[in-house]
């Protein structure tokens, strides 16, 4: 199992980016999707999770801003940032909890993606 981030880049403040995250292998089902960040100096943190039936949840600092959500039917997660501040800029990190016949659950994180805003 894979998962695949791509969307990241470079924003003024105030500008809005979308990301997005498939998973690819052969998979049974996924449960929640997340995603997370990493800004220089600092650790990893939770963004925003979605579960398999769509209830989220959100880190304070993005709430009003970011929406996460999913398509089952392509396995993918999508992070949608909107009002980007100088303050998100890091490194996000998807992340699935993927159900793989005769192996089970097991916590799988994509490579990365950078969003750098600037000011």
């Known amino acids: 199992v894979q998962l695949q981030a791509s969307g990241g880049g470079l924003v003024q403040a105030g500008g809005s980016l979308k990301l997005s995250c498939a998973a690819s292998?052969?998979?049974?089902?996924?449960?929640?999707m997340g995603w997370y960040r990493q800004a220089p100096g600092k650790q990893r943190e939770l963004v925003a999770r979605?579960?398999?039936?769509?209830?989220?949840n959100y880190a304070d600092s993005v709430k009003g801003r970011f929406t996460i959500s999913r398509d089952n039917a392509k396995n993918t997660v999508y992070l949608q940032m909107n009002s980007l501040k100088p303050e998100d800029t890091a490194v996000y990190y998807c992340?699935?909890?993927?159900?793989?016949?005769?192996?089970?659950?097991?916590?799988?994180w994509g490579q990365g993606t950078l969003v750098t805003v600037s000011s």
């Open positions: 992340n699935a909890y993927v159900m793989v016949v005769g192996v089970g659950v097991k916590n799988h």
């Open positions: 292998g052969i998979i049974f089902g996924i449960n929640d």
């Open positions: 979605i579960t398999s039936g769509g209830s989220t």
